[in-house]
């Protein structure tokens, strides 16, 4: 891993072991000696026994057949699948069925999630199908005790399935056969410090090194993932169409030309008229989704007259309005600008630039006097919500999960949410949408669900809302890649961030011994005296590449001069 990503040893060491509880181990030791264990084959006998299971779920897929089979045999089959909504168990049923093959052939398994929602849907499910006892966990929000009491357990073969969060691609899985990784396109799957690794590399290095399998799995599908089917590295295991049209929420884009003609005020509506009408019809048979691209009441707002943004006059920072009651005050330095003019006019009122989850809930709460309103949001985050009816706000990655699935999604903010600069943008939306549109029910069809699922999604028409309105990541995400590969951008090429002081960075780059072939891109100025360099280099280049920046990066730190950053893939830098 430091070699890939032009690393220190001990960087990686820091993310992979946690830190050590002398009182842990000394317990764990009395219990050993109290203990006794079984021998090693008969204990083996009845694990192999225990985890026996029919792959129903995969078979679903095209390829699933025999990717269960694979595994069932021991050995190391490669995936990659977008998961379809409403199957029994949802897709922790998938991931631990897969798991439980691996295991039958007496091979060690390996779950890695994005973050503490996702891992406690995982584990919850888990705990019900098998028990709490039959998987160790594995995340730093647990406490260090706890993980360290897992990690131990792991290290001493005392389990073979392990669940965690990102740094839990390191755990020491005995005889590992398959790693999973659910929703990789995920920020929260990327490690903020050094060596800023990414978890879904870490688990293709591994399976490549240890000769076990490896399923990506996804509500959506990443540019990455699609790169390695096209490679031929994995298999996709594909939702046939039937599949799909009998298990996936039926979704109506606001903006097509049979909407728009019944809603004349569509351009100037933020919750369009298809929203309004299936948002009362589902209310009558459950709860409603609302998703939203920020959090708070107003976190952005302009002049009314110049629209210029309004600034605060101390730091220049953006204001913002926590209420409809209170003054706007500054997101940065916190002071509250109650006598606020605009700089550029010196009108005195203002208007929102962007509407929030909290002015959200308070709009529909007005619209649905007798509904309950719920926000959800990072920082007041709600888990899952009851099967009756009420309305439920929230931001991308923290809709809670309903009893029985939504009796509708609204997708709201499309237009500002593509908005927002980035080589990633359109594919990271799509899977925010998929996301959310996988927790509304089925589609209602013989009359038994009343009340089926329904998406609605607002904005103007995009690649990735008609993506969406055929339910077809995996064609959006090929397309994203071949477009990436004809002008040489990442996933198609691989890529290196080298940031730092000015004249050290020059000093850096001037110093290093590249082929003409690998696209030198910068100096770009950031922060005060600070330059950025980006290089975009081929994956048969990469290992020299990355063996010459970590070289270099070693020998600048022996002479004692400034550190410089180096990330390689660095996640959101595009």
């Not at 079984?38 to 299971?53: G, L, R, Y």
């Not at 009558?284 to 959090?295: C, I, S, W």
Request: neutral net charge; charged residues 25%; glycine residues 10%.
């Amino acid at each position: 891993m430091a070699e890939r990503y032009a690393g220190g040893v001990w960087d990686v060491l820091r993310a992979a072991v946690p830190a050590r509880m002398a009182r842990v181990e000394t317990q764990k030791s009395q219990e050993s000696k109290r203990t006794e264990v079984a021998p090693k084959a008969e204990a083996d006998e009845a694990a192999v026994s225990t985890w026996s299971t029919t792959g129903s779920l995969l078979g679903e897929y095209d390829g699933g057949a025999d990717f269960a089979e694979a595994l069932r045999a021991g050995s190391g089959p490669r995936a990659v699948v977008s998961a379809v909504p409403n199957r029994p168990g949802d897709w922790p049923a998938l991931l631990l069925e897969a798991a439980e093959l691996s295991l039958s052939a007496g091979r060690g398994a390996l779950i890695v999630v994005p973050d503490a929602r996702d891992l406690n849907r995982l584990c919850s499910y888990v705990d019900g199908a098998i028990g709490p006892n039959s998987y160790a966990r594995l995340s730093a929000e647990d406490g260090a005790t706890p993980r360290y009491k897992n990690f131990l357990r792991i290290t001493r073969g005392e389990t073979q399935l392990v669940i965690g969060t990102r740094n839990a691609a390191f755990a020491p899985v005995h005889n590992l056969g398959l790693a999973i990784i659910w929703d990789d396109a995920d920020h929260s799957h990327a490690e903020p410090r050094a060596p800023y690794h990414h978890a879904r590399e870490v688990l293709l290095l591994r399976c490549g090194i240890e000769n076990a399998g490896l399923l990506v799995a996804a509500p959506g599908r990443s540019a990455e993932a699609q790169r390695l089917i096209r490679s031929g590295w994995a298999q996709e295991l594909g939702a046939n169409r039937s599949l799909l049209r009998a298990n996936a929420p039926r979704v109506i884009a606001a903006s097509d030309e049979f909407e728009s003609e019944r809603d004349p005020v569509l351009h100037a509506a933020r919750l369009p008229a298809a929203a309004w009408r299936e948002a009362k019809a589902a209310l009558e048979h459950g709860p409603v989704l609302v998703q939203v691209a920020r959090t708070g009441f107003m976190p952005a707002l302009r002049c009314e007259r110049c629209r210029t943004s309004a600034r605060c006059s101390a730091c220049t920072g953006p204001l913002a309005l926590d209420d409809a009651r209170g003054a706007p005050s500054c997101g940065w330095c916190g002071l509250v600008a109650a006598g606020w003019s605009c700089g550029e006019c010196g009108f005195m009122r203002l208007r929102a630039a962007s509407i929030g989850a909290d002015r959200t809930a308070e709009e529909l709460g007005r619209a649905f006097p007798n509904v309950t309103v719920l926000s959800a949001t990072g920082a007041k985050p709600i888990f899952t919500v009851p099967a009756k009816p009420a309305l439920v706000v929230a931001t991308p990655g923290a809709e809670p999960v309903a009893e029985q699935g939504y009796a509708a999604v609204l997708l709201l903010d499309g237009d500002r949410m593509l908005a927002r600069e980035g080589l990633r943008t359109g594919e990271e939306v799509l899977n925010r949408w998929m996301g959310a549109a996988a927790l509304a029910r089925g589609r209602d069809k013989s009359g038994e669900r009343p009340g089926g699922g329904t998406v609605v999604v607002a904005g103007d028409p995009t690649e990735p809302m008609r993506a969406l309105v055929r339910f077809d990541a995996a064609a959006y995400a090929d397309a994203e890649l071949a477009e990436r590969r004809e002008v040489g951008l990442p996933p198609a090429v691989r890529t290196a961030l080298i940031q730092g002081p000015a004249a050290t960075v020059e000093k850096f780059m001037a110093a290093l011994e590249l082929p003409d072939s690998v696209r030198r891109n910068g100096p770009v100025l950031r922060g005060e005296g600070e330059h950025r360099w980006l290089l975009f280099f081929s994956y048969a280049q990469g290992p020299s590449v990355t063996a010459q920046l970590r070289a270099m990066r070693a020998r600048f730190s022996a002479a004692k001069e400034p550190v410089v950053s180096i990330r390689i893939d660095a996640d959101g830098i595009l």
